[in-house]
């Protein structure tokens, strides 16, 4: 199992499953239902900070090894998108439901109605409101956009991808992480990957389909990952200043290996792995 960012308690989760028997995919959103019921991490989930207008808006995707996939962006009111993505996966037709139809449907599938703004979250919009001044922060509190990869042990690979988006977004504003190929990408016959930062620059490059694809071609995964930066930072670098430019890349190969990436300093990831868990420090271009 691999997570973007200091996760351990999602990577436990994770590693639980495989333990009794569950399937990577059960790990991944076992592993995403973590931060997402965190009241404390202000990027996912409940207690993820609004957008302008207040209100949180929640984005996540599930992906198995056989290309199945379930997303979900804009969703408000309900606390764990990453298991409405999975059922649109497994019981309709579709990969992506949006904003009042993808309440619709969690509502009719049982999913619970709750109020995600937190105390702590609407304070710091609160706070926000005076100037109204939007910039992306680099590494927000060691943790962002929630990626994770697993590997089973049939070999069956899946990932999931979990975000509130970026704070104080304009209202309707989705990124990266709920795209089939920009925020998560999973080919069984390859590996895996997932993507963390600021999401314009990941949707615009389809960094983790381009990172699965260079794996493919005979890349390891972190030459994939370095590779998936390096074509970010030369074709942004003259509109970005680097405090603001941040996205990182973890993936994993049918094999095991395991790869990350970021532009700038400071992106860090959690591995499981030969019974051992371990929080590591990537490496970075700039």
């Known amino acids: 199992v691999i997570a973007t960012w200091e996760n351990e308690a999602a990577v436990a989760a994770a590693r639980q499953r495989l333990l009794d028997g569950g399937t990577a995919l059960d790990a991944v959103e076992a592993a995403a239902r973590v931060p997402e019921a965190d009241p404390e991490n202000f990027t996912v989930g409940y207690g993820g900070l609004p957008d302008r207008d207040g209100e949180v808006t929640l984005d996540a995707c599930i992906m198995n090894e056989k290309g199945d996939a379930g997303s979900v962006t804009f969703l408000k009111n309900i606390k764990h998108p990453v298991s409405v993505a999975r059922k649109i996966m497994e019981e309709t037709p579709h990969v992506m439901l949006s904003g009042a139809g993808a309440l619709q449907f969690a509502l ?20 926000w409101l005076v100037e109204k001044e939007y ?60 993507a963390t930062g600021l999401g314009e620059l990941v949707m615009t490059t389809l960094g983790s389909f381009l990172i699965v694809e260079l794996m ?71």
């Open 216 to 286: 493919r071609r005979g890349l390891s995964p972190q030459e994939a990952c370095e590779e998936g930066i390096r074509r970010i930072v030369e074709r942004y670098k003259d509109k970005y200043d680097y405090d603001e430019f941040q996205v990182g890349y973890i993936a994993i190969n049918k094999e095991g290996e395991h790869g990350a990436y970021s532009v700038v300093e400071g992106f860090n990831y959690t591995l499981y792995q030969k019974e051992k868990t371990s929080v590591v420090e990537a490496g970075n271009m700039i």
């Open 108 to 127: 009719a599938n049982g999913f619970e109605k709750t109020d995600l703004l937190t105390p702590e979250a609407n304070a710091r919009w609160e706070e």
């Open 135 to 194: 910039k992306p922060a680099v590494n927000i509190e060691r943790h962002d956009t929630i990626g994770v990869l697993a590997i089973d042990d049939k070999g069956r690979i899946s990932g999931a991808c979990t975000t509130s988006g970026m704070a104080f977004k304009m209202h309707g504003r989705v990124g990266d992480s709920p795209i089939i190929g920009a925020g998560l990408y999973v080919d069984g016959e390859i590996g895996g990957a997932c």
